[in-house]
Nanobody, 123 residues
Framework: QVHLVESGGGLVQPGDSLSLSCAGSGLTFSLSHMGWFRQAPGNEREFVAYSAWTAGSTAYADSVKGRFTISRDNTKNTMYLQMNSLKPEDTAVYYC????????????????WGQGIQVTVSS
């Protein structure tokens, strides 16, 4: 059974940084395409970042490009999202996802999900 567990969320001020982690089990992590999504109240779940199993292949939403960095440590079965220069509009529940088929930008194409973790950016 696949489990994805996010950690590292919290309350920060605008301009601060925060790092999220996603620990995976029950899947061959090193061969898994994985992504980060987020969902704010009243909004649909939206794509944030993507990491292919091949090293160095990543993609980002325009809204986070240059501020967020996705990375992974396959030896630890863990994926990360480093978030810098956070803005109030980054406030959302952040989810990690694994095993995508089709477009990486749509949540419905991912097979496995974590439970989500709250990130709040507020002064």
């Amino acid at each position: 059974q696949v489990h994805l567990v996010e950690s590292g969320g919290g309350l920060v001020q605008p301009g601060d940084s925060l790092s999220l982690s996603c620990a995976g089990s029950g899947l061959t992590f090193s061969l898994s395409h994985m992504g980060w999504f987020r969902q704010a109240p009243g909004n649909e779940r939206e794509f944030v970042a993507y990491s292919a199993w091949t090293a160095g292949s990543t993609a980002y939403a325009d809204s986070v490009k240059g501020r967020f960095t996705i990375s992974r440590d396959n030896t630890k079965n863990t994926m990360y999202l480093q978030m810098n220069s956070l803005k109030p509009e980054d406030t959302a529940v952040y989810y990690c996802a694994a095993q995508v088929r089709g477009s990486i930008y749509y949540a419905k194409n991912y097979a496995y999900w974590g439970q989500g973790i709250q990130v709040t950016v507020s002064s």
